[in-house]
């Protein structure tokens, strides 16, 4: 009974409009007050503890090391730099705008920021070079995608923050999946290009690979720090988080100089405003899974499942298209706090790793960023090329179509994302 209030309330309060964040934390509020056992005490108690966990404390530096390499020329210096690798094969030039979203991915964590930083450089850079706009807007709109799940990812942080997983190996477990979808993207331009005839750019001499490759370097380093002093016990990924702030703050203003002294001020309100709306999300999330833990709600539908004997292949292909029908209304986080504790003692009953599982909700998330009505994605690069969200949608489709065949292989072949943090851990 207590389940289906809480989530009718949650529904009705969504369908008029309330924003997630809101609806999340009246629902509960709400079911305590009326229909639960629990005390409205225990809701501060939670929302406290809240704001004391640890692994939460990455997001804002995060987002912080991202404000500075957005508001910066990285993206411009990664995009020559993947340009004059690649940008010579027939599509080429689409393919290093791939290879620039991966390369961004790395240091901003984030799927808007990603598509902002690189799209609003290279799709017009591509419509100049004969390519059609609706080709550039469709390829930049996925690509862009990748930003959650090549690590550092915020979204990562979260499902850890709200599984108890590792943060760590969850990092590492997106790097073979995020460069694998950003290959299978290049393979499908590639082909696409050659259909319609695409001609190649011109080959970059080796001279302007080094530079541009040098130019980069001090952006792509962030990587190797973040990850390389994970791996290697330095310091925790909240730590990593602190440090990726430090260091995007020192390269952006002191070695680029492309962020002054007098900018920093507004990079620090710009990212404070993201920090404070997703942790705003973050805090109404976890007390809506308070109530969800407190009325053993996922161990009552976990019971259900496994009394169905549906066997682990037949439920990822639920929690496949449960979670793609989610991304088409909610934002990543939102869905990532109220579906994972439901999810995840299911899974672990049925023997799926919870890394695996993580991953496939990152890719599901993926895909919802670009699925109207509510994928991000699609407003972002709705807002870069001047295109109706409806265009932008249909052009965004048959890259889509590479995602969905992804997510498949992602989800039953556990060795593409599991390989490397069973490797190094």
Aim: aromatic share 8%.
């Amino acid at each position: 009974m207590t389940t289906t209030i809480l989530f009718a309330l949650l529904f009705v309060l969504m369908l008029l409009g309330v924003p997630v964040a809101v609806a999340l934390g009246l629902s509960s509020l709400l079911t305590i007050l009326f229909f639960a056992q629990d005390s409205l005490a225990s809701l501060s108690l939670k929302l406290y503890e809240t704001s004391e966990h640890y692994t939460l404390l990455s997001i804002p530096f995060f987002i912080l090391g991202g404000a500075f390499m957005t508001t910066g020329g990285v993206a411009k210096r990664m995009i020559r730099f993947a340009n004059a690798c690649i940008g010579h094969l027939r599509g080429g030039l689409a393919m290093a705008s791939v290879l620039a979203c991966m390369l961004f991915a790395a240091v901003s964590g984030s799927s808007p920021a990603t598509v902002v930083a690189v799209g609003s450089i290279v799709i017009a850079g591509m419509v100049k070079a004969g390519y059609p706009q609706p080709f550039a807007a469709g390829v930049i709109c996925n690509a862009g995608t990748l930003g959650i799940l090549i690590p550092p990812s915020i979204v990562m942080v979260v499902y850890g923050a709200a599984t108890e997983t590792s943060v760590g190996k969850l990092f590492m477990a997106g790097v073979i999946p995020g460069i694998a979808l950003g290959l299978m993207l290049m393979l499908a331009i590639y082909v696409r290009a050659r259909v319609i005839k695409l001609q190649p750019q011109p080959r970059a001499s080796m001279t302007e690979v080094l530079r541009s490759g040098r130019d980069s370097l001090w952006g792509l380093l962030l990587v190797i720090i973040i990850l390389g002093g994970i791996y290697g016990g330095v310091f925790t990924p909240t730590e990593a988080a602190a440090v990726a702030a430090v260091y995007a703050f020192v390269i952006a203003v002191f070695v680029y100089g492309d962020v002054g002294l007098r900018e920093v001020p507004k990079v620090l309100l710009d990212a404070g405003k993201v920090t404070v709306m997703l942790m705003f999300i973050v805090a109404n999330a976890l007390l809506f899974a308070h109530v969800l833990t407190t009325e053993r709600i996922p161990q009552q539908i976990a019971e259900t499942i496994i009394g169905w004997g549906m066997a682990p292949w037949q439920f990822l292909l639920v929690v496949n298209v449960l979670l793609l029908i989610a991304g088409m209304f909610m934002e990543p986080t939102g869905i990532i706090l109220i579906l994972a504790p439901i999810l995840f003692p299911i899974a672990t009953r049925l023997g799926i790793d919870p890394v695996h599982l993580g991953i496939i909700m990152v890719v599901n998330l993926e895909i919802g960023m670009v699925t109207p009505p509510i994928g991000l994605n699609l407003f972002v690069t709705s807002g870069i090329t001047g295109m109706s969200i409806t265009q932008v949608a249909r052009a965004a489709l048959p890259w889509t179509a590479v995602l969905l065949v992804f997510l498949g292989l992602v989800t039953y072949v556990p060795a593409i994302a599991l390989w490397l943090p069973n490797l190094l851990f």
